[in-house]
């Protein structure tokens, strides 16, 4: 069974940065796309940025420039680097294996002066 372990979110200032990481177990993780979604309090979850299989990525215009995805491959872990991070980017933060069910359980990132 696959488990997606987030970490790494918090508490920051508008303008900060923080580093998410998920960790996959239980699957061939180069073999899959990933993503990392959001769900601020309200909304629904929507998917933020994207990796492919060949290491293509994508990203939602609301992030693009201050984001970066990216693969650990020796780690199986997935990262999601945040930067110039805004009040609006509050949200619990999922990472996910792209056509499969399965979530973590998230982690929570508030930006806030």
């Known amino acids: 069974q696959v488990q997606l372990v987030e970490s790494g979110g918090g508490l920051v200032q508008p303008g900060g940065s923080l580093r998410l990481s998920c960790e996959v177990r239980?699957?061939?993780?180069?073999?899959?796309?990933m993503g990392w979604y959001r769900q601020a309090p309200g909304k629904e979850r929507e998917l933020v940025a994207t990796?492919?299989?060949?290491?293509?990525?994508d990203y939602v215009d609301a992030v693009k420039g201050r984001f970066t995805i990216s693969r650990g491959n020796g780690k199986g872990t997935l990262y999601l680097q945040m930067n110039d991070l805004k009040p609006e980017d509050t949200a619990v933060y999922y990472c996910?294996?792209?056509?499969?069910?399965?979530w973590g359980q998230g982690t929570q990132v508030t930006v806030s002066s």
């Open positions: 990796i492919r299989q060949n290491g293509t990525t």
């Open positions: 239980g699957s061939i993780f180069s073999r899959n796309a």
């Open positions: 996910k294996r792209l056509g499969f069910a399965s």
